[in-house]
């Protein structure tokens, strides 16, 4: 089973800061099959980012990913108030399928 | 516009079976080359993936879960289910269903729609 490790568990910023968010792999997987998700309180989750680095439909640029092999990333580059939430990591490359534990951005 | 809509008991018993029912609308079950899947979300905890099936039939599991799970399709009725048997309090969760997009279909693999969660207590 292929576990991912998000890092860090909270990340505590302001609007307008920028945010990078870490996902690491404890074997390679292909960036094919590497995805992010955000989730809101009481909602299901949102694809953000699929293949690593392609924004999903209506996702704004200020989002970005990227990565590689074991280390992946996404970076927010200016927090709006509506990107507070929580965001995990997902790998379809390998079953079971597996999510990160999530990293909660949070208004500081 | 593909959604997804679970349904089915919100209480079940210790030891008894769970059963749930996503009903695809907006698209057919059998068009494309989807997966559908099952995955469920602790009250304040992350993601677990449960398992998928394609319209063939064929399915794979979590092996964590693989001998009380049975995810079935119904290609007449546009829904496919899930069934967890002997469950306990630890099976609380909020349950997801949601469509697979495999790289024959989007070149990538992510889930792309999901169904808003139906939450099942496990509790006599």
């Known amino acids: 089973e292929i576990v991912l490790t998000q890092s860090p568990g909270t990340l505590s910023l302001s609007p307008g800061e920028r945010a990078t968010l870490f996902c690491r792999a404890s074997q390679s997987i292909s960036g094919s099959y590497l995805a992010w998700y955000q989730q809101k309180p009481g909602q299901a989750p949102r694809l953000l980012m699929y293949?690593?680095?392609n924004r999903a439909t209506g996702i704004p640029d200020r989002f970005s990913g990227s990565g590689s092999g074991t280390d992946f990333t996404v970076t927010i580059s200016r927090l709006e108030p509506e990107d507070f939430a929580v965001y995990y990591c997902h790998q379809c490359g390998s079953p079971p399928w597996t999510f990160g534990q999530g990293t909660k951005v949070e208004i500081k | 516009q593909v959604q997804l809509q679970e349904s089915g008991p919100g209480l079940v018993k210790p030891s008894q079976t769970l059963s749930l029912t996503c009903t695809v609308s907006g698209g057919s079950i059998t068009s494309g080359s989807y997966y559908w899947s099952w995955i469920r979300q602790p009250a304040g905890k992350g993601l677990e993936w449960i398992g998928r099936t394609y319209t063939s039939g064929s399915t794979n599991y979590n092996p964590s879960l693989k001998s009380r799970v049975t995810i079935s399709v119904d290609t007449s009725k546009n829904q496919f289910s899930l069934n967890l048997s002997s469950v306990t309090a630890a099976d609380t969760a909020v349950y997801f269903c949601?469509?697979?997009?495999?790289?024959?279909?989007?070149?990538?693999?992510?889930?792309?729609?999901w169904g808003k969660g139906t939450t099942v207590i496990v509790s006599s």
């Open positions: 949601a469509r697979v997009c495999p790289p024959v279909s989007c070149h990538y693999y992510y889930i792309d729609v």
């Open positions: 293949g690593a680095s």
